[in-house]
């Protein structure tokens, strides 16, 4: 079984602040494993089903102090969010809301916004709705294998230059003198391929 991991991308602040609370790099980290999705974050843990992914976009410039430090949990929507960084991330929404931002589950959460290093990768992988116009989970329905392999395509029919440009918008340095398959194995999001 494949599993895909998207690390989270730290801004030093936001390091910092949440380090007390348990979140570091290596406890921060989004898996596509099967059909599942899990989300860690120090000790906030959200699992479901991937079926059970209504949408994923990518959303940014977030409020320092709505973010910043532990998972916060949203007021009005009862929305949960794991930020490493203000700019960028993905807000996941589900059919059926997901535990995760307490301990006993008492409170459920329609969406969850994760700032991973690669939105856009994470974001086209579970956003269902860009891949199959049905609302209910079947057979048919593209897998995350599916999913990687076309990405990878995609990745395969850019230029050089726009190879370039998406690194550097996902903060990948010295990209100025890789040739496209090198670019290709950087920004692939299943290095298997």
Known sequence: MDVVEFPFR???AFALAARPFGVRPESA???LRGDDLSVDFGPWHV????????AATVTGGYSW?????PAHLSLKDRGLTFATNPDEGVCISFDEPVRG???MGFVRHPALTVTVADPAALAELLDRSAHDDQRTHTPDEPSV???LVEAHDDLRSMTAAELRDR??????TGV?????AELVGLLDPDPSN
């Open 10 to 12: 730290f801004h030093p």
């Open 176 to 180: 100025s003198r890789k040739s496209k």
């Open 101 to 103: 931002g307490d301990p």
């Open 29 to 31: 980290v989004v898996r």
């Open 47 to 54: 699992r479901t089903p991937l079926a059970n992914v209504r």
């Open 167 to 172: 690194a550097r918008q996902r903060g990948i």
């Open 65 to 69: 102090p709505k973010v910043i430090g």
């Open 145 to 147: 294998e599916d999913l």
